[in-house]
């Protein structure tokens, strides 16, 4: 697969050229990372969607309560108790930004992900014949890192 080719798929889907070099654990870190800001974009957009449509609601608090018998009144064309006080609603146009921004969040989440797996795609494509090995050991006194370069 040609780099740019990887970059493309990559962006488009991200995991998949990863998957093609032998990258399995970077395609499932791509991959969760993918299902999991879809999944939280998609809740925190409900979350938008509630706090935008009740910005003007109000719930009952309390209802008239009858002094002798110590129950609700009731409305005696519904049947229902008569509220007496209302609380106003909690979205306020404050919260109702800040929820429009956590959605935004998770959108841009999504959108670095698929940069940021094109763009693994394109130089793991670059490098997928350089045949290397990098690691670091740890002994009890100190720490160094190690290289190992095969030529064909």
Excluded: C
């Excluded at 991959?31 to 109000?58: Q, Y």
Aim: glycine content about 6%; charged content about 20%; overall charge positive.
């Amino acid at each position: 697969m040609s780099p740019r080719r990887a970059f493309l798929t990559s962006l488009l889907l991200p995991g998949y050229a990863q998957t093609v070099f032998g990258r399995d654990r970077a395609a499932m870190l791509f991959t969760v990372v993918e299902v999991g800001s879809i999944g939280m974009a998609r809740k925190a957009a409900l979350d938008l969607a509630e706090a935008k449509g009740m910005p003007r609601d109000s719930v009952v608090a309390t209802y008239q309560i009858d002094p002798v018998t110590g129950l609700a009144v009731l409305d005696p064309k519904t049947g229902l108790p008569i509220p007496e006080t209302w609380v106003t609603s909690r979205y306020t146009a404050d919260r109702i930004n800040a929820r429009r921004t956590h959605y935004e969040d998770w959108i841009a989440a999504i959108i670095f992900n698929h940069l940021f797996s094109g763009a693994d795609a394109y130089v793991a494509a670059n490098l997928w014949d350089f045949r290397t090995n990098i690691g670091v050991v740890a002994t009890p006194h100190s720490a160094g890192v190690y290289a190992s370069l095969r030529l064909r």
